[in-house]
């Protein structure tokens, strides 16, 4: 009888074909760098110009809020005190001395054929009183921070029957941000285009 012969097969070491932690986490940056460039190329400067134009809105309204609240006295008309509103200005007005505030024109940079010209931010505004929609040219706001219209004979309360709403259009992408004030003066950003919700 033969012995069987029992042959033993070398295993030869397995390796395992793939990357390293430091190799994977090296490509994420690079694709996370790539592709934040790629992306604000291709929304343009006009996206972030909107949502800055919509947050110094909103810096102006509550910087002029606590100076209103700030008065021992009365209420009187000053300048740093008010807020000048026109479709293309929104901000304290020229003459109010330099206390770190400064009248703001909001604008936006689109590109055009390589170029980048300067096109104005549109700005619209919905207040409304007791007596219902107002113009409003000059805002303020009493010494407890809710928003008035300043006029030489009397202060008329704002906002008391729905919350006022500033909306800032930018035509070039079709894009609208509101700003919102309620009777109170609680100043807030919109999530809606056409109203004012938190």
Do not use: W
Not at 52 to 73: K, P
Not at 102 to 120: F, I, R, T
Not at 143 to 162: D, E, Q
């Amino acid at each position: 009888m033969t012995p069987f012969l029992i042959k033993k097969h070398s295993k030869k070491p397995v390796m395992n074909m793939g990357f390293t932690l430091v190799e994977l986490i090296v490509v994420i940056l690079i694709l996370a760098i790539i592709g934040v460039y790629a992306s604000s190329k291709y929304m343009g400067a006009s996206r972030f110009s909107s949502a800055a134009a919509q947050e110094q809105a909103l810096s102006i309204l509550r910087q002029v809020q606590i100076t209103a609240m700030q008065v021992n006295g009365s209420n009187d008309h000053d300048d740093c005190r008010l807020i000048v509103m026109r479709k293309t200005q929104f901000g304290v007005s020229q003459s109010c001395p330099s206390r770190d505030m400064s009248s703001a024109v909001l604008s936006d940079y689109s590109k055009d054929s390589n170029q980048q010209q300067l096109e104005q931010i549109q700005l619209n505004y919905a207040f409304n009183s007791a007596n219902g929609v107002t113009s409003v040219s000059e805002l303020t706001f009493d010494l407890l921070g809710r928003p008035i219209m300043a006029t030489s004979s009397a202060a008329t309360s704002l906002c008391t029957i729905s919350d006022c709403r500033i909306t800032i259009n930018t035509p070039s992408v079709n894009e609208s941000r509101s700003v919102c004030i309620n009777s109170e003066g609680f100043i807030y950003r919109s999530r809606e285009t056409s109203g004012c919700r938190l």
